[in-house]
């Protein structure tokens, strides 16, 4: 048998076999269409479940989604109403630090016109305080007792026999008395000092000047001292100028004090004069000088008039007592202002 007939053959069996197959379909209908709609029913139905659970499972998330929405849009609404309350406390805070800050500016430049009235009225009282003692004199070392009933007599036998006067001087004595302390009970402790007022002052320069040319003046075998009567405060700064004087002495640099306090120094350039010893500090310290300052010098200025003289000092710009006044009545309306508010 030739290839092509083999081949006819086949293809007619292969036909044959598929005319049966779809026979037997065509001829048992009922179990070809019963299988598929069993499987489709199941389907459908599993189908319906699953979206019944989904729709269930989209219902409970929507709500719990809208329940988390209504809660954060009441936490914005209570954050939105927390800052409109912070912004306006910020913005009363913001005006009451500006009112306090000009009051503080205020109440600034009256401290200083107030610093700056207290230092030249407090330069005042002890510049007038020092010339209502122009004709005072001070005697150091006398011993106590040594008086007798007699202040005044006693003080003009003693200028007379310790001192070398002109024989026509007229000591006018208008009064004297012992420095107003506690009289010290042991007879080896510094005895206090003698206050003489003259009633002419030219009379009193020309002692001390006549005391200090001898250096050396004796009262019943012991040393005595004449100076000017300073105020207690002027005292103490000529005490520290004399303190720096002895420090430039043992280094062989002259010195001097003139009044009130002020340092005169001789150095190979020539003279100079300070009115402070702040004013000398940096002259002091290459000198190899320490000083000690008081408190007072760094807000006082010191008194540069003399006894016979007074500078006039220049008229600076200042608050006027009017101006202080309604300054300071105007604070006190703002502090009612505030209060108030």
């Given at each position: ?10 293809n007619?069996?292969?036909n ?13 209908p009922?179990?070809?269409?019963t ?5 489709t ?15 269930d499972?989209?219902?409970e ?7 988390s ?27 009451r ?18 610093l ?9 009282c ?14 150091f ?47 080896l402790?510094?005895?206090?000092s ?5 009633l002419?002052?030219?009379v ?21 001292f004449f100076?000017?009567?300073?105020s207690?405060?002027?005292?103490k ?6 303190a ?27 003279e ?15 000198l190899?000088?320490q ?16 006894w ?34």
């Amino acid at each position: 048998m030739s290839s092509s007939t083999r081949q006819k053959v086949l293809n007619k069996q292969a036909n044959t076999k598929d005319m049966e197959d779809k026979q037997q379909k065509l001829g048992n209908p009922s179990e070809a269409s019963t299988q598929p709609t069993s499987c489709t029913i199941m389907s459908e139905n599993k189908l319906l479940e699953e979206i019944k659970q989904m729709r269930d499972e989209n219902k409970e998330g929507h709500s719990l989604t809208k329940s988390s929405l209504d809660r954060l849009e009441q936490a914005v609404a209570d954050i939105r109403s927390q800052i409109g309350e912070q912004e306006e406390r910020l913005t009363g805070l913001e005006e009451r630090v500006a009112s306090l800050e000009e009051r503080e500016t205020r109440h600034e430049r009256e401290l200083n016109h107030l610093l700056r009235r207290e230092t030249e009225l407090t330069n005042t009282c002890e510049d007038l305080q020092n010339r209502l003692r122009r004709n005072n004199m001070r005697i150091f070392q006398v011993p106590e007792e040594s008086e007798g009933g007699n202040l005044i007599d006693f003080t003009k036998d003693l200028l007379n026999k310790v001192l070398t006067l002109p024989s026509d001087l007229d000591i006018r004595i208008e009064r004297a008395h012992r420095a107003l302390q506690v009289r010290p009970r042991d007879h080896l402790a510094t005895p206090r000092s003698i206050v003489v007022r003259f009633l002419d002052a030219a009379v009193k320069d020309l002692i001390l000047k006549q005391a200090w040319s001898q250096r050396q003046v004796l009262f019943q075998g012991k040393r005595i001292f004449f100076d000017q009567d300073y105020s207690p405060e002027l005292q103490k700064k000529r005490a520290r100028v004399r303190a720096v004087i002895k420090q430039l002495r043992q280094k062989g640099i002259g010195a001097k004090c003139l009044y009130p306090a002020r340092l005169k120094l001789k150095l190979d350039s020539g003279e100079k004069i300070y009115t402070t010893l702040t004013s000398a500090a940096e002259m002091l310290s290459s000198l190899g000088v320490q000083i000690y300052e008081g408190e007072e010098e760094h807000t006082e200025k010191e008194p540069t008039t003399d006894w016979t003289t007074r500078s006039k000092k220049k008229k600076e710009g200042k608050i006027k007592s009017l101006d202080l006044e309604f300054i300071t009545q105007e604070d006190k309306n703002t502090e009612r202002g505030i209060e108030i508010a």
